[in-house]
């Protein structure tokens, strides 16, 4: 037989009485005529099969509402993940750097340089640590209150940032004390016109307050490796360095192993 499309179609093989009977009462049976009795029962199956989608679909608009809860509940826990690891973040960050210029603290900066000990792409590495301290800090934070001394250890650590490198480290020990980690090899020449312009920076008179202050830094260097291959060793060696530029004004000097304690160059401005 082939598809009907119509009430005029019909097989080869059926005569068009029977077609049009057939497609008479299907019709029929559909419209639940009372010249076809057999729709009522097609009428009852539809009636149950539209109870039964009724009852289907009540029952996936009360799982749409479940689903909408635990979507719900979902974005409130994903919510409450994130604040916890922003919490966690900023916790960690501020285990790490100093609260007042955002430099990293000495804890992050002694890990800092190890790794870059440890992972530096020559052997023995080159690198250097200056060790800064600002002379005369405690007369103007004592004179002008704290909160001019702690603005004016934010501009120094600003200045510090902008004199050194992409990759280079700076950080706050404590105090009225600073570190730069200069991970980027340089020779002793480089390392005195960095120490000199570093000198120059800090030393520029700002105004705070109405007030023309000065601050006089002074800088030890440590090499890496001839002054020390570990972060302690080059710190306590930068530092002592430093105490002897303390002798002069504005001055750097370089750690000398003979006396492990000064250098014998020193410079700076006068």
Same mark, same amino acid.
């Given at each position: 037989?082939?598809?009907?499309?119509?009430?005029?179609?019909?097989?080869?093989?059926?005569?068009?009485?029977?077609?049009?009977?057939?497609?008479?009462?299907?019709?029929?049976?559909? &419209?639940?005529?009372?010249?076809?009795? =057999?729709?009522?029962? #097609?009428?009852?199956? %539809?009636? =149950?099969?539209?109870?039964?989608?009724? #009852?289907?679909?009540?029952? +996936?608009?009360?799982?749409?509402?479940?689903?909408? &809860?635990?979507?719900?509940? %979902?974005?409130?826990?994903?919510?409450?993940?994130?604040?916890?690891?922003?919490?966690?973040?900023?916790?960690?960050?501020? =285990?790490?750097?100093?609260?007042?210029?955002? +430099? !990293?603290?000495?804890?992050?900066?002694?890990?800092?340089?190890?790794?870059?000990?440890?992972?530096?792409?020559?052997?023995? !590495?080159?690198?250097?640590?200056?060790?800064?301290?600002?002379?005369?800090?405690?007369?103007?934070?004592?004179?002008?209150?704290?909160?001019?001394?702690?603005?004016?250890?934010?501009?120094?650590?600003?200045? +510090?940032?902008?004199? #050194?490198?992409?990759?280079?480290?700076?950080?706050?020990?404590?105090?009225?004390?600073?570190?730069?980690?200069?991970?980027?090899? &340089?020779?002793?020449?480089? %390392?005195?016109?960095?120490?000199?312009?570093?000198?120059?920076?800090?030393?520029?008179? %700002?105004?705070?307050?109405?007030?023309?202050?000065? #601050?006089?830094?002074?800088?030890?260097?440590?090499?890496?490796?001839?002054?020390?291959?570990?972060?302690?060793?080059?710190?306590?060696?930068?530092?002592?360095?430093?105490?002897?530029?303390?002798?002069?004004?504005?001055?750097?000097?370089?750690?000398?192993?003979?006396?492990?304690?000064?250098?014998?160059?020193?410079?700076?401005?006068?």
């Amino acid at each position: 037989m082939t598809r009907a499309t119509g009430a005029r179609r019909h097989s080869d093989r059926m005569p068009h009485e029977e077609w049009d009977s057939l497609c008479a009462n299907v019709a029929g049976r559909l &419209r639940g005529s009372a010249e076809h009795p =057999a729709a009522a029962p #097609v009428r009852e199956e %539809l009636i =149950a099969c539209a109870q039964d989608l009724e #009852v289907l679909r009540a029952a +996936l608009l009360q799982e749409q509402g479940h689903l909408s &809860r635990i979507e719900a509940e %979902l974005n409130e826990a994903r919510a409450t993940l994130a604040v916890a690891h922003a919490r966690e973040r900023d916790a960690q960050y501020m =285990a790490q750097h100093d609260s007042l210029t955002d +430099l !990293p603290n000495r804890r992050h900066f002694c890990r800092r340089l190890d790794d870059a000990l440890s992972t530096a792409p020559t052997r023995p !590495p080159t690198m250097a640590v200056l060790f800064l301290d600002l002379d005369d800090f405690k007369p103007i934070n004592d004179a002008h209150g704290h909160e001019t001394g702690d603005e004016l250890l934010r501009i120094v650590a600003q200045r +510090l940032r902008r004199m #050194v490198r992409d990759g280079d480290i700076v950080c706050r020990l404590g105090g009225d004390e600073f570190a730069c980690l200069l991970s980027q090899p &340089r020779d002793r020449a480089e %390392l005195s016109r960095l120490a000199r312009q570093l000198l120059e920076a800090i030393a520029a008179p %700002l105004q705070l307050g109405g007030i023309e202050i000065r #601050v006089w830094p002074s800088i030890g260097i440590a090499v890496c490796p001839n002054d020390g291959d570990t972060a302690i060793t080059l710190l306590r060696r930068a530092d002592a360095a430093m105490y002897r530029a303390k002798r002069g004004r504005l001055g750097y000097a370089f750690f000398d192993s003979r006396s492990d304690v000064t250098a014998s160059e020193t410079g700076g401005l006068h």
